[in-house]
């Protein structure tokens, strides 16, 4: 039995959406085309930071500067739109990172999680 083989088509991809999930631990970077496939994604502990180091804005550059060159290098990705999630101190520094690796920035969205008074908080700390 013969078995065919399948050429695999390069994907060229020119513009995508970047979203950073900024936590207080780590910074999660993922790239994606406009219809939601996954590109590209990393973090600070895929570059080599372990530990604390992980949540430096430092390590989020660098994570972010290494996930969008794998992704221009693959997928010759030019423009990004950028969303940003999370109170983390990764935000702006992955931002930094995007556009310092060569992508153009067309826009940046805040879609931090805010409550609007759902769920009860836990106990307060007694004083």
Known sequence: MAT??????KKSVSSG???VQATFNNTLISITDTEGALLAQGSPPVVGFK?????TAFA???AA????ERAIKKYGLKEVKVVVKGPGAGRNAAVKGLDSAGLKITTLIDRTPIPHNGCRS???PRK
């Open 4 to 9: 065919i083989k399948k050429t695999k088509v």
């Open 17 to 19: 959406i970047v979203t």
């Open 51 to 55: 530990g604390a180091k992980r949540s």
């Open 60 to 62: 989020a550059t660098k």
């Open 65 to 68: 500067q290494e996930v969008a």
């Open 122 to 124: 836990r106990k307060a």
